[in-house]
C-alpha cells in the first residue's frame, strides 16, 4: 500500500545533542510537511517542501531544519535539542493542488532528557 | 484570517448513542473542509473532505459531515458510536496560499465512551 513512513517511531535524545528524523513516502507526492504536535494540541506547521522549493513558517525556530534529498525522503533535524522539543513530530504529503488532503505518517514520538 | 474552532474540548457519548461534533470556520472565499481523527500515538487519518457540491458528506468509518454556509460551520456526524471512535478528532480548513495549500487545523475534539 501507498504511504507515509517515519522512523523512528520513538526517539529519546539529551538536551543539546542533535537529532535528525526520517520520513518517507510511496505516494509521489510532490509536497511533504513537518509538524510538530504537543500533547493536547493541534499539529503546528514547522514546514514543507514545494517539489524543492523550502517554505519555512515564520515562528518556526532556527533550531529546527530540513533537507528532503530526493522526491520520497524528507528529514528533519533539531540541532540542539532543548525539553520544550519534547512532542510527537508528524510528517505529511499531499499532491500539488487547491484543497488537497493530506496523508499524514504516524508519528515520531521525541523525548529530550 | 484563516481560523477553524472546535468549541467542545472533550465530549462523552454512551456506546451506541449518536454524535456530532461541532467545528466554526472562518475563510473568505469558498472553504475546503476536512476532519480527520487521530488515534492516541498515532498520525491523522482523514475521515472526509468537503470541496464543493453537496454539502452532506459521507466519509469512512460511518461518519458525516454537513456544510453550512449560512452558519460557517461543517459539523460531524455518527448514528451510533463504537467504542473504537474513541479518538481526537480535528477540524480543519484548506487555506491556499500562491501554489501551497496549508491545512489549519482547529484545535480538537476528545471523544470518549462510556460502556
Known amino acids: 500500500d501507498a504511504m507515509v513512513i517515519q522512523n523512528p517511531r520513538y526517539q529519546v535524545t539529551q538536551f543539546g545533542k542533535p537529532v535528525t528524523l526520517s520520513c518517507s513516502q510511496t505516494?509521489?507526492?510532490?509536497?511533504m510537511y513537518w509538524y510538530q504536535q504537543k500533547s493536547s494540541q493541534a499539529p503546528k506547521l514547522l514546514f514543507h517542501y514545494y517539489d524543492k522549493d523550502f517554505n519555512n513558517e515564520a515562528d518556526t525556530p532556527d533550531n529546527f531544519q530540513s533537507r528532503r534529498p530526493n522526491t520520497s525522503f524528507c528529514f528533519l533535524d533539531i540541532r540542539s535539542p532543548g525539553l520544550g522539543d519534547a512532542a510527537m513530530y508528524l510528517c505529511?504529503?499531499?499532491?500539488?493542488?487547491?484543497?488537497?488532503?493530506?496523508?499524514f505518517g504516524p508519528g515520531t514520538r521525541l523525548t529530550v532528557t | 484570517a484563516q481560523s477553524v474552532t472546535q468549541p467542545d474540548i472533550h465530549i462523552t457519548v454512551s456506546e451506541g448513542a449518536s454524535l456530532e461534533l461541532r467545528c466554526n470556520y472562518s475563510?473568505?472565499?469558498?472553504?475546503?473542509l476536512f476532519w480527520y481523527v487521530q488515534s492516541p500515538g498515532q498520525g491523522l487519518q482523514l475521515l472526509l473532505k468537503y470541496f464543493s457540491g453537496d454539502t452532506l458528506v459521507q466519509g469512512i468509518k460511518g461518519f458525516e459531515a454537513e456544510f453550512k454556509r449560512s452558519q460557517s460551520s461543517f459539523n460531524l456526524r455518527k448514528p451510533s458510536v463504537h467504542w473504537s471512535d474513541a479518538a481526537e478528532y480535528f477540524c480543519a480548513v484548506g487555506a491556499w496560499m500562491n501554489r501551497d495549500d496549508k491545512i489549519i487545523f482547529g484545535k480538537g475534539t476528545r471523544l470518549h465512551i462510556l460502556p
Open positions: 475563510y473568505g472565499a469558498t472553504p475546503y
Open positions: 505529511a504529503t499531499s499532491r500539488a493542488g487547491q484543497g488537497i488532503e493530506q496523508y
Open positions: 505516494l509521489n507526492h510532490n509536497v
